[in-house]
């Protein structure tokens, strides 16, 4: 019961959950050190099973996962992976099938969907495959054994993770990580000061029809998950010894922000993550808002246009969605109650606000108005992208691919799916010097103001933006692209309302 009221905790206000989450650690540690330390008489005289182990290591993976959701600390993650895998070496699910109990195989099958979301986020693709292949083996013994009623739903599972496969193979040049290494950091000028702003938290919200996902993660919110964090830490865990560490134990220091994670929210759901970030927000501390989203166009011109006048990206209606379409038809005097409008997050700009939006009416947000002179950043995707990449669609924005891995959006974009690992390293070579470049250019540029001296103080945040200037310079010159198509942009504002497009 405790473990099920941890993972059913919302996400925002930690000082509520934090509690919960130490006591149940304290549970599962005892739980773990008293099976280990008396196994035998567990096995001879209670009949212990091996599954019944195999469902404790599941669960205490299940606590660490939860653990980083909650914190983004990307160390919980290798803790996760080391009780699965130890799961999957020792074979602790391999005598369900014997046991004819089909809540037992369900178990196992959780186990390998929790596994390869693990997997995917710590980028180890290589078991991600192999569990795949191994979880379509399972789901396929099962629904010919039991007539049970979840039967499509496992399906729909595996046919959410084959184009995550084939996105992979297509990808087959290595295995990149795409956090942020150790060290990574701009040149800073002389006198420069560093650490008065960091970012804190982090809004990665994901509405788009029919794009690549996996349980609750789209590829856009995978891939600026990724770009947020920094690597994993090895910590004393082996994957073949698992045991667990207190979170307590922890460096008290958090390296990454602190992240929500919002599949297809409704307004309601997104507003209330919001202002319980805005609330929790420490001093000198940013917010960054990545919205994901389709598109909501204004119905009609007004004589007045406000920031509830150019449309915004949509929310989750809870409506059926017919033919991708999930606009609801309604008297066009009024405007659409599940957008997402520029005016929703003035309220917002009030501490440091860093807003990207990734959508086909991202222009909506062009016009956005720094109301109280605090440091405010808007990276706005193009609008509209050539056939060639629409057809693409389905595997994540172009744009989001630039801001996560610039040179795989390169590869991507020119036709290429392969790349010798030198000339790689060579090429990468050259892309942190361009964005050093940028940099000093953003450093010395009068029109950015103080906005640039704060995103370099946040070190998490301070790529995105030479990223995002790369992506705007190719996106006409090297895509062949129709000037009248919406382009991307970039807008850092100052407390006088001065703007920086394209440098």
Not at 5 to 16: E, N, V
Not at 390 to 410: I, K
Not at 443 to 469: K, Y
Request: aromatic share 12%.
């Amino acid at each position: 019961m405790q473990f099920h009221f941890c993972r059913d905790l919302p996400q925002y206000g930690q000082k509520q959950w934090q509690s919960y989450f130490g006591r149940t650690f304290d549970v599962y540690t005892k739980l773990w050190k008293f099976q280990q330390q008396h196994r035998q008489v567990l096995d001879n005289r209670y009949g212990l099973k091996r599954w019944q182990i195999g469902e404790i290591a599941s669960k205490i993976g299940q606590l660490y996962y939860h653990y980083y959701l909650r914190t983004s600390e990307t160390s919980y993650l290798n803790e996760a992976f080391s009780f699965y895998s130890a799961i999957r070496q020792r074979s602790y699910y391999s005598q369900v099938t014997k046991e004819d109990r089909p809540e037992l195989v369900v178990k196992k099958l959780r186990y390998y969907a929790r596994f390869i979301v693990v997997c995917l986020l710590l980028n180890k693709m290589d078991v991600v495959k192999d569990l795949v292949k191994e979880l379509s083996d399972e789901i396929e013994d099962y629904t010919h054994r039991f007539n049970t009623e979840d039967q499509l739903e496992w399906n729909l599972v595996l046919q959410e993770a084959d184009p995550v496969m084939v996105l992979n193979d297509d990808n087959t040049i290595v295995i990149i990580s795409n956090r942020l290494a150790e060290g990574t950091g701009p040149m800073l000028e002389q006198g420069m000061v560093v650490g008065q702003l960091m970012l804190a938290d982090a809004l990665i919200i994901g509405n788009c029809n029919n794009q690549v996902k996996f349980s609750e993660l789209t590829i856009d919110m995978f891939r600026m998950l990724q770009a947020l964090e920094r690597e994993p830490m090895n910590l004393t865990s082996q994957m073949n010894k698992p045991g667990l560490q207190d979170p307590a134990e922890k460096p008290t220091k958090r390296e990454n922000p602190h992240k929500y994670l919002l599949y297809k929210p409704t307004f309601s759901q997104l507003y209330t993550f919001l202002a319980a970030s805005f609330k929790e927000l420490p001093a000198n501390s940013a917010l960054l808002i990545y919205l994901s989203a389709t598109g909501v166009f204004p119905t009609g011109r007004s004589d007045y246009e406000g920031p509830y006048d150019f449309g915004g990206v949509l929310t989750n209606s809870n409506r059926d969605v017919v033919n991708g379409d999930a606009l609801h038809k309604r008297n066009q005097t009024y405007k659409e109650m599940h957008c997402l409008h520029p005016g929703d997050l003035y309220p917002y700009t009030r501490k440091p606000l860093f807003i990207i939006v990734d959508s086909s009416n991202s222009v909506a947000y062009k016009n956005f108005t720094n109301l109280f002179g605090q440091p405010l950043v808007c990276l706005l995707s193009p609008t509209a992208y050539p056939k060639a990449f629409q057809d693409h669609s389905q595997r994540g924005s172009l744009f989001t691919l630039f801001l996560n891995n610039p040179l795989m959006a390169f590869l991507f974009i020119s036709g290429l799916s392969s790349m010798r690992n030198g000339l790689w390293e060579k090429c990468q070579d050259h892309l942190r010097k361009i964005n050093r470049d940028i940099a000093q250019l953003l450093t010395h540029s009068r029109s950015v103001g103080n906005t640039w001296d704060c995103i370099v103080s946040a070190r998490t945040t301070w790529l995105l933006l030479p990223e995002s200037a790369i992506f705007s310079k190719n996106w006409v010159r090297y895509c062949h692209i129709d000037s009248s198509w919406g382009r991307p942009d970039a807008i850092p504002l100052t407390a006088h309302g001065q703007e920086w497009r394209h440098f």
